[in-house]
C-alpha cells in the first residue's frame, strides 16, 4: 500500500508551519482555559499564555512546556518513573513501541518523558477519537504530537480508517522518521489481565509491501511494559465491574470517562516503571510466514504479550493481592506484615469512595475480589510466561 494515495492532514499531528495559528486559537478557548485555571494557579495561567504564543514548533512545545509539566506531575503523583532496558533502542531506528494501557493519558506522556530524560527523541502518540471530547482537546493533542484514531465508524469506514491509519504509521516509520506509541488493545484491560487485540495486529500489517509478516517487519515492533503500583482508578474498575453486575447493558457516561481520566492524572500512582523489550523482527524472522494472516495476527498477540508479561515489575502489592485472593502465603517472603497491613488498609480506603446507592455487603464483598484480581493479574501472566504455564 502506498502512503502517496493518502492526505493524512486530518488524522496527523500538526505540521509546525501551522502550529503557531492553532495555538493562537487555541488559548482562546474558554475549555482549554477552564483546564489550565483547574491545574495550575490562577496567576501563572498569564504567563503561560505568553510562552505557548511564543512557540512555533511541537519540538519547543514538549521541551519548554510538556516537559517541566510532566517532571512536576510525576514528582507530586508518583514515586518515581524508572526506564530499564534501554540497551535494546537503537537512536539510529525508528520504531512502533506498543505497550499494555494502564492510563489513559499518561501511558505515552511518561514513557516521552523517561524518552526526554534520556536526551532521545520523542514518539507520536495513537490517540482515540472517543477520548477526544471537545475541539480544543483534538487540537491540543495534535500541537503535542499526537495523531487520530477513528473509531465509532460503520464497517466500511471503519476498514477505510484502519488502512489509512496502517498507512500512516508506515510512513511514519520509514519516511518521516518518527517513533509512534500505540496501545496493544483498544482500551484498557479493566482486569489488568493485558493481551493484544488481534485485530490491531491486522490493522498494522494493512499498510507496507509484501507479506503480512514482512509487513510488521518494517515497523519495527517492540514491546514496553508498563508497570505502575497503584492505579487510582482501581475502585472505579471494580465499581464498573459491580454496576454491570448488576445490569449486563450499565454504559459509563461521558462524565464517568472525564473523571477517570481526571482520577488517573491527578491521583498517587506509585512508581511507575517502562520496560523496553528486544523489537521481535529476529522471533519472526525465525517463524517465517503463515498460510493464513488470522493465524499470523494470533502468533504475533502472543508475542507481544510475553514479552509485556515477562518484564512486569512486580511491586508488593501485586504478591499481597495474589495471596489475599488465593488464600495462600506462597509469596509471603515477598513482603512484610507491616506491608500487607497497608495494603489492605489501601484496598479498603479505596472502596469506601463507591458511592452507589443500595450497596449491599455482598456487592462490597464482590468489587474487593475485583481490586484483587486487578492488582494480581500481573503477577499471574508474568508466572505463567516465565514457567511456561505452570503456576
Known sequence: MNSEQYDFSDISPYDDNVFHQKMEDLVKEPGFLHAINYTMPKDDVPALIDELLRIDNK??????????????????????ITLGGIKY????MNYVFITNHRDIVLDASFLNLAFIRKGLPTSEVA????????????????????????????????LEAAKKLSAYIHYCILEKRESIWIAQREGRAKDSSDH???????????????????????????????SYEYDPNDYLKAKEFMMRRRDPQFKKSQRDDLFSMETGLLQFK????????????????????????????????????????RSYEIFPINYIAFDLLHH????????????????????????????????????????????????????????????????
Open 270 to 309: 506509585g512508581r511507575v516503571h517502562f520496560q523496553l523489550t528486544p523489537r521481535i523482527n529476529n522471533k519472526l524472522d525465525q517463524i517465517g510466514d503463515f498460510r493464513d494472516n488470522n493465524t499470523a495476527a494470533k502468533y504475533v498477540g502472543c508475542l507481544i504479550d510475553q514479552a509485556i508479561h
Open 127 to 158: 490517540i482515540g477519537n472517543n477520548l477526544l471530547i471537545y475541539d480544543w482537546i483534538t487540537d491540543l493533542v495534535r500541537l503535542n504530537k499526537s495523531f487520530i484514531v477513528k473509531r465509532n465508524t460503520t464497517l466500511r469506514e471503519g
Open 196 to 226: 493484544t487485540q488481534e485485530s490491531l495486529v491486522k490493522m498494522l500489517a494493512l499498510g507496507g509491501e509484501g507479506p503480512f509478516v514482512e509487513r510488521l517487519k518494517e515497523i519495527n515492533l517492540l514491546p514496553v511494559s508498563i
Open 328 to 391: 495462600t502465603e506462597r509469596f509471603r517472603r515477598k513482603y512484610t506484615e507491616e506491608q500487607k497491613k497497608e495494603t489492605e488498609e489501601y484496598f479498603n480506603r479505596q472502596l469506601s469512595k463507591v458511592d452507589v446507592p443500595d450497596l449491599t455487603a455482598e456487592e462490597r464483598d464482590y468489587m474487593m475480589e475485583m481490586m484483587l484480581v486487578m492488582y494480581a493479574n500481573p503477577l499471574k501472566n508474568k508466572l505463567k510466561t516465565i514457567l511456561g504455564g505452570m503456576e
Open 89 to 92: 533502542y537503537n537512536p539510529a
Open 59 to 80: 519540538y519547543d512545545f514538549q521541551h519548554q512546556v510538556m516537559y517541566p509539566f510532566l517532571e512536576m506531575l510525576a514528582k507530586t503523583t508518583t514515586a518515581g
